[in-house]
């Protein structure tokens, strides 16, 4: 393998174990990161045939995967949240600056559908992929009360079976010990991709 398919391999491989982005999205993001170092003509049919073999190898090992994870457990802790008035958001925006900035279109939305929106609590991307590869997965939280909604986070994040760490401070971040990061994605058919 060279250097090229070696870089290119990597970054879809992390992209793939995030769990987040689709197959074009995928493709689109590596061609981005690597088209000012890489002939295009080389790139583009190695991270296309790169990415469908990988998803595909993803899809076959979650289909092993017969009792719920922790990214499952993760997914119902943040829709209880929502239930409960907490916007809740995975993988959100690029950085923590920008997710407290754009997770008030998420609230005024919830609320334009008829929801008490009370709080809010994210993971940005930056987040997903550390908790990828094992460090501890943080959430930011903000609400009418910052304390109040911190300690729900935690109570329903417990309640899903999650070990978490928390000072009880409004400026610190809630965090969950690591989780064996398996995300289960939605299979999608790749078969026209050559």
């Not at 923590?96 to 993971?123: K, L, M, P, V």
């Not at 409004?170 to 995300?183: F, M, S, V």
């Amino acid at each position: 393998m060279n250097e090229m398919q070696q870089a290119v391999t990597e970054f879809i491989v992390e992209r793939v174990r995030e769990g987040f982005e689709p197959y074009e999205s995928i493709v689109e993001m590596t061609i981005g990161n690597f088209d000012d170092e890489y002939d295009s003509a080389v790139l583009e049919p190695f991270v296309i045939t790169t990415a469908k073999q990988l998803l595909l190898e993803h899809y076959q090992m979650q289909r092993q995967w017969t009792q719920p994870t922790d990214c499952d457990r993760l997914d119902q802790a943040f829709a209880e949240l929502n239930k409960r008035g907490v916007v809740a958001r995975q993988h959100f925006t690029c950085c923590s600056n920008c997710g407290h900035s754009s997770i008030w279109d998420e609230i005024e939305q919830a609320e334009a559908d008829g929801q008490e929106i009370r709080g809010y609590t994210f993971y940005h991307k930056q987040d997903t992929e550390y908790a990828a590869h094992g460090s501890q997965l943080y959430l930011a939280f903000s609400g009418e009360d910052d304390v109040q909604i911190a300690r729900e986070i935690v109570e329903v994040m417990e309640a899903h079976g999650f070990k978490i760490r928390w000072n009880g401070q409004a400026d610190t971040r809630i965090a969950l010990h690591p989780l064996d990061w398996k995300r289960r994605r939605v299979e999608e058919d790749l078969s026209q991709v050559e």
